[in-house]
């Protein structure tokens, strides 16, 4: 095999399993190549990974030596993103009854979604997270993707307890943003003791939705290692949530004025 | 840049962005390379993903030229999937009471779901979709996945009218499965008149919920141009809905002995 057409597989494989080791005795058994020239593919495929700033690869040394592509973002990237971003949500025309924001479209696009992945995975991936865990619905899309970038499963917790998830443990709470009494349940086997959770979800206000995920974590005794935000609400000041990482932060919607103002989250400071 | 480093770029690019046309003046420029030479980098890349059956490269060509990356699965990798797919939900333990099957764990792992992605958007790619559509809650994940291979958005109809969708279209439906009557609800303006759309959800038994969305469809004078399914249901052999594909069938569940036979899907006939 010629080596630009082995970089071609190879580029593909890595790419395909994002987070995951690929052992290097296999790929040089199954590209019947030397395990000196792979190395020396993989330097190129990580020199211009890291030149553009999207990502690197992480190499186990070892008999059990394998590679692994590690997705990234630079900042300056990220940066423009968001910004694109906010400029799309700033319009009046998005503001519903109760000061809500409509957002629906732009997590429905597949380049969007994917760039939120990436955010997450990037600012989470030192805490090795089993699990990405959300709350349906409009929080689903965003697992799906960050969990594809950090290459572990997602979980959904659901509004009402479905047949279809079998025993489950359920939790009542109140919503920070109206006040109602919710339900959120998640099924009894979907967790294992002591695995290590991280929760994103596409809308904060307060934070009670966010702590009532915490908490059921704490009934399954496993450790949420980090908490990602689409987008929080300026106000309240005084989240229920006190460690999370949001992308963008809603400032402003003024229903009379037809304004809105949306800032970078923290994700940024 | 050397062809390597060019070559790994491209591929990244590529596949970054499959169903998405990618002009070939703005690579050469971006790459600063001959469109010659690129033209001999893209025939490479071609070979590689044809000669795995990982799906192609189609090039437009003229001024105008560009490149579209569609990714594809052999039927011989597709049945080894769906064969695996089998033997991992063929366990009694995921019998739940009314005859239901517990799939949720697979349907989590970004590897199987990356896989029913390729499938629905090779099975479908030729219909050009507009958008991927489906039912809160199971079939999201789905529906993320097969948009992204398809490059197009999604759309999740809501079991209930919430807030921050804006003003939508309702309807009342009788679920074939446990006839209940349920609610669907359609955000108004995150659909176009004419617009092409395939249907996709994880199970159907009668199709009662698939021909409510097709109805939908019909209220905002969509056309549905394909309906994928995870996983049908052999009985009732009669369904509401004619046309769809799907990948498995849920033949028998016996929740006495604790027997759960599954075959592959339309799919592969």
Do not use: W
Request: charged share 25%; hydrophobic share 40%.
């Amino acid at each position: 095999m010629r080596r630009s057409e082995r970089m071609v597989r190879l580029v593909r494989q890595l790419l395909d399993h994002p987070g995951q080791p690929l052992s290097l005795t296999e790929m040089a058994e199954a590209y019947d190549a030397a395990k000196s020239s792979l190395s020396e593919d993989l330097a190129i495929i990580r020199s211009v990974l890291e030149s553009e700033q999207a990502g690197t690869l992480h190499t186990q040394t070892g008999a059990m030596g394998g590679v692994i592509y590690q997705p990234g973002i630079s900042m300056g990237k990220a940066e423009k993103f968001i910004s694109s971003a906010v400029d799309r949500l700033s319009h009046g025309d998005r503001i519903l009854p109760g000061g809500y924001l409509y957002m629906s479209d732009l997590l429905s696009e597949p380049a969007v979604l994917r760039k939120v992945g990436v955010l997450f995975a990037e600012r989470f991936m030192a805490e090795s997270p089993d699990v990405v865990l959300t709350v349906e619905t409009k929080g689903i899309p965003i697992a799906v993707v960050t969990a594809q970038m950090l290459n572990c499963p997602f979980l959904i917790a659901r509004r009402d307890h479905r047949v279809t998830e079998g025993s489950s443990v359920s939790m009542n709470y109140v919503s920070g943003s109206d006040r109602r009494i919710q339900t959120m349940s998640l099924s009894r086997r979907s967790l294992k003791e002591g695995t290590k959770v991280l929760i994103v979800d596409d809308f904060m206000k307060a934070g009670g939705t966010v702590k009532a995920m915490m908490g059921m974590m704490d009934e399954f005794n496993a450790k949420v290692v980090g908490v990602g935000i689409f987008m929080e609400t300026a106000e309240p000041e005084d989240k229920l949530v006190s460690d999370y990482t949001s992308l963008m932060s809603l400032t402003k919607v003024d229903e009379a004025t037809r304004r809105v103002v949306i800032e970078p989250g923290n994700y940024f400071s």
